[in-house]
C-alpha cells in the first residue's frame, strides 16, 4: 500500500485517522490494464478510490468521437459526483497499466463523510479545484495559440505526474497524439507541429506515447508560466 500519497489528491489531503478508515471501506479490486471502472451514461451507486493506478478521463463529443479531459491517479477518488447526486456518470474512467482500487459503495461513502466533517470539506475542495482547473483550460483555449496550450498541458503534467530520468523529466502518463490534442483542444495537426517545434529546440524528447521534458524551464517559459 501506498504511504506517501500524489500532493493534492484526497488521501493526501485527509487527515490520518480518517485515511485510514476510508481505505478500510468497501472492497478491493486488482484490475488489469485498459478496465473501465466508470462508464459514462451508468448509474451512480458508487465510487472508486484509486490505490494504485493512473487513468484517463473521457467523454464522448457531439459527434461520438472520444475526448481525453483528465488524468487521475493513486490517491483520487472517482465517481464522486453522480454518487452524491445520484445522477449518471458524467465520463468514463479507464485504467492506463494494471491498478489496485476499492469500489465503495454510495452510502458508505455518505456515513463515512458525516463520520468525518473535514474530509467532507476536503472532498467539496477537490470539487471546486477540478473545476477550476477545468475552466482555466477553457480560458487558456481562448487566450493562447496552440503552441502555449501544449506547452501549459505539458507543464501541468510534469509536474503532477513527471519523475525524474537521466534525460529529463519523464511523464508519467503515455498519450496518443489525439489524446494530447484533446486535452489541449487544439486539432491534431496543430498540436504535431508545435511539438515537432519543441523537439527541434530540445525542449522536449519524444516517442511512441511517452514524452520527456528535456527543458523545463524553456517549456514554463513557452506556456508563459514563468511567474507562477
Known amino acids: 500500500m501506498v504511504t506517501?500519497?500524489?500532493?493534492?489528491?484526497?488521501?493526501?489531503?485527509?487527515?490520518?485517522?480518517?485515511?485510514?478508515?476510508?481505505?478500510?471501506?468497501?472492497?478491493?479490486?486488482?484490475?488489469?490494464d485498459d478496465h473501465v471502472l466508470?462508464?459514462?451514461?451508468?448509474?451512480?451507486?458508487?465510487?472508486?478510490?484509486?490505490?494504485?493506478?493512473?487513468?484517463?478521463?473521457?467523454?464522448?463529443?457531439?459527434?461520438?468521437?472520444?475526448?481525453?479531459?483528465?488524468?487521475?491517479?493513486?490517491?483520487?477518488?472517482?465517481?464522486?459526483?453522480?454518487?452524491l447526486n445520484g445522477g449518471p456518470r458524467s465520463a468514463t474512467v479507464t485504467t492506463c497499466g494494471p491498478a489496485q482500487v476499492r469500489i465503495i459503495q454510495r452510502h458508505e461513502l455518505q456515513a463515512f463523510l458525516a463520520e468525518h466533517p473535514h474530509a467532507a470539506l476536503q472532498l467539496?475542495?477537490?470539487?471546486a479545484d477540478q473545476l477550476r482547473r477545468a475552466i482555466r483550460r477553457r480560458v487558456d483555449f481562448a487566450a493562447y495559440p496552440v503552441p502555449v496550450r501544449l506547452a501549459r498541458i505539458l507543464a501541468d503534467l510534469a509536474t503532477a505526474h513527471g519523475y525524474r530520468t537521466t534525460a529529463g523529466v519523464a511523464l508519467g502518463v503515455q498519450l496518443t497524439q489525439p489524446e494530447l490534442a484533446a486535452l489541449c483542444g487544439a486539432?491534431?495537426?496543430?498540436?504535431?507541429?508545435?511539438?515537432?517545434?519543441l523537439r527541434r529546440e530540445g525542449v522536449v524528447r519524444s516517442r511512441y506515447r511517452r514524452i520527456t521534458i528535456v527543458d523545463l524551464p524553456s517549456l514554463r517559459h513557452q506556456a508563459d508560466l514563468d511567474g507562477q
Request: neutral net charge.
Open 187 to 197: 486539432s491534431e495537426v496543430s498540436v504535431h507541429r508545435a511539438m515537432r517545434q
Open 124 to 127: 467539496a475542495g477537490l470539487v
Open 4 to 32: 506517501e500519497w500524489p500532493v493534492g489528491t484526497l488521501l493526501d489531503r485527509l487527515r490520518p485517522s480518517a485515511r485510514e478508515r476510508l481505505l478500510a471501506l468497501g472492497v478491493a479490486l486488482h484490475v488489469t
Open 38 to 83: 466508470l462508464r459514462e451514461g451508468d448509474a451512480g451507486t458508487f465510487v472508486v478510490l484509486l490505490c494504485r493506478a493512473l487513468t484517463k478521463v473521457t467523454t464522448r463529443t457531439a459527434d461520438d468521437r472520444e475526448s481525453l479531459i483528465d488524468i487521475r491517479v493513486s490517491g483520487d477518488l472517482i465517481g464522486e459526483m453522480a454518487a
